[in-house]
């Protein structure tokens, strides 16, 4: 069983910057890819970005050059750096990680840009 409960979500004005993370804890093994997902109101959840344990990274057009994910596998962390934030970016984000073909998520974190 996976834990994930992310932190650093809040308000922030337009052009700000923002920093998730997102911490892995419980029995397990190895994690495998680690990513952030967000659900604006009234839209469904959508890809923000992932990680695979390797490094290996891929992001959604509309964050690409502005968010940096990033993970520590000895601390079982992931993180995701905001950068040039605007009020599109508004949304609940959630953590999710896979292990053995199953998903955990975390419980999510608001995330409200104002202009």
């Known amino acids: 069983q996976v834990q994930l409960v992310e932190s650093g979500g809040g308000l922030v004005q337009a052009g700000g910057s923002l920093r998730l993370s997102c911490a892995a804890s419980?029995?397990?093994?190895?994690?495998?890819?680690m990513a952030w997902y967000r659900q604006a109101p009234e839209k469904s959840r959508e890809l923000v970005a992932s990680?695979?344990?390797?490094?290996?990274?891929n992001y959604a057009a509309s964050v690409k050059g502005r968010f940096i994910i990033s993970r520590d596998n000895a601390k079982n962390t992931v993180y995701l750096q905001m950068n040039s934030l605007n009020p599109e970016d508004t949304a609940v984000y959630y953590c999710?990680?896979?292990?053995?073909?199953?998903?955990?998520w975390g419980q999510g974190t608001q995330v409200t840009v104002s202009s």
């Open positions: 990680i695979t344990r390797g490094g290996f990274t």
């Open positions: 419980g029995s397990f093994g190895i994690i495998g890819t």
């Open positions: 999710n990680a896979a292990k053995l073909g199953l998903e955990y």
